[in-house]
Structure formats: structure tokens, C-alpha cells
Nanobody, 120 residues
Framework: QVQLQESGPGLVKPSQTLSLTCTVS??????????WSWIRQPPGKGLEWIGY???????RYRPSLKGRTSISRDTSNNQFSQQLSSVTPEDTAVYYC????????????WGQGTQVTVSS
């Protein structure tokens, strides 16, 4: 059974960088078939894909966030992380990490989500 758990600060000030980590158990993040995604849901809105890192370490990002976000991994600890710079209150959301078989946008395992609020 694959399990994912997000961790990071719940409150970030505007213009700062948001950093979140996802710890994966029950499966390796280096397995080639799987893509490891970050997804968020702003209050009152739908899910928004942020980006992913593949089993081989390649990355892809949502075009509107490209330049502000980066996703990396720590294979020794089976973790992957995202950083979102220059945050504004519009970045307030519940942030999820998830596993996406094949990279087709259909995640099969999700973390429970973590609330991040951007406020001074």
C-alpha cells in the first residue's frame, strides 16, 4: 500500500518561498512508470495541477506557474519536494502530493493534503 504524507509550514508571508515535502512509503519514487505530482485546491475552486517529477527525475510544470515553482527529490529518503517562490494570497490552498501512473493526470494515491495560507 502506497502512502504519501505532505509536510511543511501552514503559514507563509507574501513574497516568501513556500516549501513542501512529500514522504512516500510503500513504493519507490525512482520507479520509472510513476510520476509524482503536486496538486492544489484554492478555497472555493477546483483542483489545480502544479507539476510532477518522474521516476527518472524529469520535471514538468503548469505553464502559469513555470518560473516560480520547482520540484526536486531526495531518493535516499524517498521524498520529493516543491518550492513556490514569490507567493501571494492567491497561492493560499490545500496542497496535495500524489502518484500518477504513466503521467496521464489520473492519480491513484494521494496524501491527505496540507493547508497553506499566505498572509502577512
Amino acid at each position: 500500500q502506497v502512502q504519501l504524507q505532505e509536510s511543511g509550514p501552514g503559514l507563509v508571508k507574501p513574497s516568501q518561498t513556500l516549501s513542501l515535502t512529500c514522504t512516500v512509503s510503500g513504493g519507490s519514487i525512482t520507479t520509472n512508470y510513476y510520476y509524482w505530482s503536486w496538486i492544489r485546491q484554492p478555497p472555493g475552486k477546483g483542483l489545480e495541477w502544479i507539476g510532477y517529477i518522474s521516476g527518472s527525475g524529469g520535471t514538468r510544470y503548469r505553464p502559469s506557474l513555470k518560473g516560480r515553482t520547482s520540484i526536486s527529490r531526495d531518493t535516499s529518503n524517498n521524498q520529493f519536494s516543491q518550492q513556490l517562490s514569490s507567493v501571494t494570497p492567491e497561492d493560499t490552498a490545500v496542497y496535495y502530493c500524489a502518484r500518477d501512473p504513466g503521467g496521464w493526470g489520473q492519480s491513484d494515491y494521494w496524501g491527505q493534503g496540507t493547508q497553506v495560507t499566505v498572509s502577512s
